[in-house]
């Protein structure tokens, strides 16, 4: 699934990223809200077009790989500097007391190898998403948990999950969104 990520074409790409963002923006939202999103690699669905589409008041993070395997989050805009984490994936460059807790975000939106009918996920394998939320097996949203991927990575039957996954609540594609059965 990786590869095939890594072999869509640049226009395909964009196409994809725009569909994407309308999906995105379809969710609900409130004004000043604070959401996250990930800076696109190896061959990840991009989202570069529903941030620079998002209400005004809102707050867009970044993750930040922090300490224990936990990420954090730290608001960001295009321009501002980035640095290449121990994964080479671009991260804000922020002080420590900037990074905000995975609890205080509304949205967040979170890559993803494959997932199922069910909005389980298959990430990378690393677990920092699930560690970051591993809070939401206890309460609900927020935030709100949203994969996105390419409508290719929807696997046939379901993925295997673990006592640790955390549930995703949505999946969003380019050709629409999956919500999590009730």
């Not at 984490?85 to 509304?106: H, K, M, Q, T, Y």
């Not at 199922?116 to 920092?128: E, I, S, V, Y």
């Not at 560690?131 to 709100?144: D, G, I, N, T, Y």
């Not at 390419?150 to 955390?166: I, T, Y």
Request: net charge neutral; glycine share 10%.
């Amino acid at each position: 699934m990786r590869e095939r990520r890594r072999e869509v074409p640049p226009a395909a790409r964009i196409g994809a990223a725009d569909g994407l963002a309308a999906q995105l923006l379809a969710l609900p939202l409130a004004p000043g809200a604070k959401v996250a999103g990930y800076w696109a690699a190896d061959g990840e669905i991009p989202l570069h077009t529903w941030q620079l589409r998002l209400p005004p008041r809102c707050t867009y993070c970044l993750p930040v790989l922090h300490e224990g395997g936990y990420l954090r989050f730290a608001p960001w805009r295009p321009g501002e500097p980035v640095a290449p984490n121990r994964f080479g994936i671009p991260e804000p460059v922020a002080a420590p007391d900037a990074l905000l807790d995975p609890s205080s975000l509304d949205l967040v939106v979170v890559p993803l190898v494959g997932f199922d009918a069910r909005c389980h996920r298959l990430g990378m394998g690393g677990g920092w998403y699930d560690r970051s939320f591993a809070f939401r097996h206890h309460r609900p949203a927020p935030p709100l948990l949203v994969g996105a991927g390419f409508a290719f990575q929807q696997v046939e039957g379901e993925l295997r999950s673990e006592d640790w996954d955390v549930q995703l609540d949505a999946v969003c594609t380019e050709r629409g969104t999956l919500f999590r059965p009730t």
